[in-house]
């Protein structure tokens, strides 16, 4: 089943194309990696997605529920929220309609930060987290709407290689229950663990996971050159 289908998507800023004809599928529980320049066109593409921005030409189909994790993350360190309450903002119709939190919705929290390890320190204060602690909050927030999809925007982002290394092996957990969708600027990050690898550099190239597995990392744009 395809859970994400772009049909020759073309996207402009002004007279500038950040995505030219771009086709992809992405079927369910699928690992897909997205690698590229800066400028290429990766969040564009994620947005695209989204549905954050419409495409000025081609077709999006997206089966399934979305969540998201981003990149970057603006926040108060001295605010006094924690990581449940955090986890929580995950259930956006609760929160929009300002409605009081059921016993199945911290039901559903426990369930997401006892899957990403972080339960026991569920009363700790945000601002307070090493930064692998906070993605993998981030993460919970993501999944405690137990989506089809999720979508990751650098996961590993300024984050210690232990660090990097857990989420890791939380992300191959939840390959086992949704799709998911990474862009990574770390290629040793991108392992046999992913499917497949996109290159975006305004238009769009798969490569099959050897291409760039171990030491020896080779993947190819659109001009046929190297990505190093």
Known sequence: MEMIKLEKVSFKYDNDWILKDVDLS?????????????????????KIILGLLKPNKGKVTVNGILSYVPQHLNFDKYHPVCIEDVVLMGLLDKMSAGLIHSKEDYQKAYSAMETLGIFEIKGQRFGELSGGQRQRVLIARAIIS??????LDEPTANIDKSAQDTVQKLLVKLNE???????????????????RVVCVDKTLHTHPTY????KNISIIDHSGDALK
């Open 26 to 46: 992405v079927k369910e529980k699928d690992f897909l990696g997205v690698v590229g320049p800066n400028g290429g066109g990766k969040t564009t593409l994620l």
């Open 146 to 151: 137990d989506p089809d999809i999720l979508i």
């Open 177 to 195: 229950k949704m799709t998911l969708l990474m862009v990574s600027h770390h290629f040793d990050f991108i392992s046999s663990d992913v499917n």
């Open 211 to 214: 291409n760039i597995a171990g």
